[in-house]
């Protein structure tokens, strides 16, 4: 089991910028990914960056250049640099760890980020 919890959303102004946090209740040294996905009001949840325990990151096309996914194994905690955000980054934003070895996802509860145009 590991119990993901996220902070750091908030309201911000389009253009503004948030930092979230996602802390995991275990260490997040190998054999995971970690990842960040979000889901607006009436729409699916979708992906938006993840990372390798090796530190390979990868991003939705719709946040690339905008968004930085970063980890700190030794805090066992992923972060999500959010710049130039737009109104339709409004969303709840969910942390997901991925155990690679039994390929199973836990998810943290969401925090919401909205942006204000």
């Known amino acids: 089991q590991v119990q993901l919890v996220e902070s750091g959303g908030g309201l911000v102004q389009a253009g503004g910028s948030l930092r979230l946090s996602c802390v995991a209740s275990?260490?997040?040294?190998?054999?995971?990914?970690m990842g960040w996905y979000r889901q607006a009001p009436g729409k699916q949840r979708e992906f938006v960056a993840d990372?390798?325990?090796?530190?390979?990151?990868n991003y939705a096309d719709s946040v690339k250049g905008r968004f930085t996914i970063s980890r700190d194994n030794a805090k066992n905690t992923v972060y999500l640099q959010l710049n130039s955000l737009k109104p339709e980054d409004t969303a709840v934003y969910y942390c997901?760890?991925?155990?690679?070895?039994?390929?199973?996802?836990?998810w943290g509860r969401g925090t919401q980020v909205t942006v204000s145009s």
């Open positions: 990372i390798t325990s090796g530190g390979r990151p």
């Open positions: 997901q760890f991925r155990d690679t070895v039994i390929n199973y996802p836990y």
């Open positions: 275990r260490s997040i040294f190998s054999d995971n990914v």
